[in-house]
């Protein structure tokens, strides 16, 4: 069951990945990152099958950083929302020449 | 039978997943992502990672995706009707930059040896759940070998609160 885990990992990051740069809108991008957060932790959990518990821990710790994130994040949208009145990344183009 | 609940989960995980990707609306992506989500959470039941399905389903599907759904309806996102993909040449390149990493991740896992059945981890893991149940078998290295990372993810989640708050209040002058 590693390896098709593994291989259910691999799958579920490279849709993650895609998601991330073909939308366009922000929270969705977001969503994505958490999909290949969540693809890492199945990665994990199986090679913990392979070497013991601490893959598991890890996954644990990945949890938490990845609630901080996204609190952090969307409070980043949300005050970037105040600004531009969208989450549409086309249209943050401060930084753009 | 575990080998087959776990390609069910896994197939519902993938397709979810480009649910995730393709779908419309903001809120239809995020009812995606939990579907996603539980069912990773049931391959964590099938690898003997129980107390991390437990912790997916209540932390990540319940609250951070709760999270997320506050959000979208605070911002009121989701009524325009265009899809928000983007199109043309840099669509094809996404899809060609994800073809090339899944390619890369294909050749890896073909060139790493065949692990049949479950691994040496697993014994282990076996052995803990028995002694110490499923949440102490986690919670007693967290707790001695990796108390110090412990302790700097609750400062971490302290420094988020604290950022999160001030981030979102609304300014004075404004």
Same mark, same amino acid.
């Given at each position: 069951?590693?390896?098709?885990?593994?291989?259910?990992?691999?799958?579920?990051?490279?849709?993650?990945?895609?998601?991330?740069?073909?939308?366009?809108?922000?929270?969705?991008?977001?969503?994505? @990152? +958490?999909? &290949?957060?969540?693809?890492?932790? $199945?990665?994990? #959990? *199986?090679? %913990?099958?392979?070497?013991? @518990? +601490?893959? &598991?821990?890890?996954?644990?710790? $990945?949890?938490? #950083? *990845?609630? %901080?994130?996204?609190?952090?994040?969307?409070?980043?949208?949300?005050?970037?929302?105040?600004?531009?009145?969208?989450?549409?990344?086309?249209?943050?183009?401060?930084?753009?020449? | 039978?575990?080998?087959?609940?776990?390609?069910?989960?896994?197939?519902?995980?993938?397709?979810?997943?480009?649910?995730?990707?393709?779908?419309?609306?903001?809120?239809?992506?995020?009812?995606?992502?939990?579907?996603?989500?539980?069912?990773?959470?049931?391959?964590?039941?099938?690898?003997?990672?129980?107390?991390?399905?437990?912790?997916?389903?209540?932390?990540?599907?319940?609250?951070?995706?709760?999270?997320?759904?506050?959000?979208?309806?605070?911002?009121?996102?989701?009524?325009?009707?265009?899809?928000?993909?983007?199109?043309?040449?840099?669509?094809?390149?996404?899809?060609?930059?994800?073809?090339?990493?899944?390619?890369?991740?294909?050749?890896?896992?073909?060139?790493?040896?065949?692990?049949?059945?479950?691994?040496?981890?697993?014994?282990?893991?076996?052995?803990?759940?028995?002694?110490?149940?499923?949440?102490?078998?986690?919670?007693?290295?967290?707790?001695?070998?990796?108390?110090?990372?412990?302790?700097?993810?609750?400062?971490?989640?302290?420094?988020?609160?604290?950022?999160?708050?001030?981030?979102?209040?609304?300014?004075?002058?404004?």
């Amino acid at each position: 069951m590693i390896n098709e885990a593994l291989v259910l990992s691999a799958i579920i990051f490279v849709i993650g990945t895609f998601g991330v740069l073909v939308r366009r809108n922000a929270i969705i991008m977001f969503l994505c @990152i +958490e999909l &290949q957060l969540n693809a890492v932790n $199945v990665a994990f #959990v *199986a090679f %913990a099958n392979l070497y013991g @518990i +601490e893959g &598991q821990i890890f996954v644990f710790f $990945v949890m938490t #950083v *990845a609630a %901080a994130e996204a609190a952090v994040g969307l409070a980043i949208i949300i005050s970037i929302f105040r600004h531009y009145e969208t989450v549409d990344v086309g249209s943050f183009n401060l930084l753009k020449w | 039978m575990t080998v087959f609940l776990f390609y069910v989960f896994a197939g519902i995980a993938i397709g979810a997943s480009i649910g995730v990707v393709i779908a419309r609306s903001p809120v239809g992506s995020l009812l995606f992502m939990v579907t996603a989500l539980a069912a990773i959470a049931g391959t964590f039941v099938l690898m003997e990672a129980h107390f991390l399905a437990a912790v997916q389903i209540i932390v990540y599907a319940g609250a951070i995706m709760v999270l997320f759904l506050f959000v979208i309806m605070l911002l009121n996102l989701g009524h325009e009707a265009q899809r928000d993909l983007k199109g043309g040449a840099f669509a094809v390149v996404s899809a060609g930059l994800a073809g090339a990493m899944a390619g890369l991740l294909a050749l890896q896992l073909r060139g790493s040896e065949v692990v049949a059945g479950s691994g040496a981890g697993a014994e282990a893991i076996a052995a803990a759940n028995a002694e110490y149940g499923v949440v102490g078998a986690i919670a007693r290295p967290l707790y001695t070998t990796y108390v110090v990372p412990f302790e700097i993810t609750g400062i971490l989640l302290l420094v988020a609160i604290v950022g999160a708050v001030a981030l979102a209040k609304r300014g004075e002058q404004s």
